[in-house]
């Protein structure tokens, strides 16, 4: 397999990856009812969170957690938890309406970023995929590390561009998403995904 062969097969399956529903997607979807820019800083933090699991993975260090049942229980947990506080804050305490005002909207996209790099960072599962997923698809002849975290960075970029798709479909429902009603549903309806993806990820498997 040719290195263009290698990155259009990539693609397409890093494609079909990115489109599946998960996490980060609720996560970019509660932000964006905030506004555009918390949703941009939510996906840049899950970005980021993809590039450091990347380079971790490049480097040999995600082998520890596909090597080591108990480093991947220890992330394991702390991203379930993680998830269910986030997910319970927002069932029992979910806005009564959007933040207005430049001083909040900047803590906002400050939060959004940070519990997009966090949730990123404390899901074991990104690097488990990077780790048994990126070497399929690498061709001989080149440096694996540095193709693997080029690969990685590939699939970053599908989810920016996925992200991106999802925020400007949101833009359009701004005065609709912002009537309090649908802020507190929207943000129980995210606790609801939390909450079960954080119960998936404490009940996975490192296999």
């Avoid at 970019?28 to 933090?45: E, W, Y």
């Avoid at 005002?101 to 899901?123: I, K, P, Q």
């Amino acid at each position: 397999m040719t290195i263009t062969q290698s990155l259009i097969a990539f693609t397409a399956a890093a494609t079909v990856l990115t489109l599946t529903p998960g996490v980060d997607t609720a996560m970019v979807l509660r932000n964006a009812a905030t506004g555009p820019r918390s949703a941009v800083f939510a996906a840049i933090g899950i970005g980021l969170g993809c590039l450091i699991w990347g380079g971790a993975v490049s480097l040999g260090l995600g082998a520890l957690l596909a090597a080591s049942e108990t480093a991947f229980t220890i992330v394991k947990w702390a991203g379930a938890a993680y998830l269910l506080y986030l997910g319970v804050g927002l069932l029992l305490r979910p806005r009564a309406a959007l933040a207005v005002g430049n001083a909040t909207t900047g803590g906002s996209a400050r939060e959004a970023f940070t519990g997009g790099l966090v949730t990123n960072l404390l899901n074991p599962k990104v690097g488990v995929f990077y780790i048994t997923f990126l070497p399929q698809f690498i061709p001989t002849g080149v440096d694996p590390a540095g193709f693997s975290f080029v690969l990685a960075g590939v699939h970053v970029v599908l989810g920016m561009l996925w992200f991106a798709v999802l925020i400007a479909a949101t833009i359009p429902l701004g005065r609709f998403l912002a009537r309090p009603r649908v802020v507190k549903t929207m943000d129980r309806l995210t606790g609801g995904v939390f909450i079960a993806f954080g119960l998936k990820l404490a009940l996975s498997r490192q296999g």
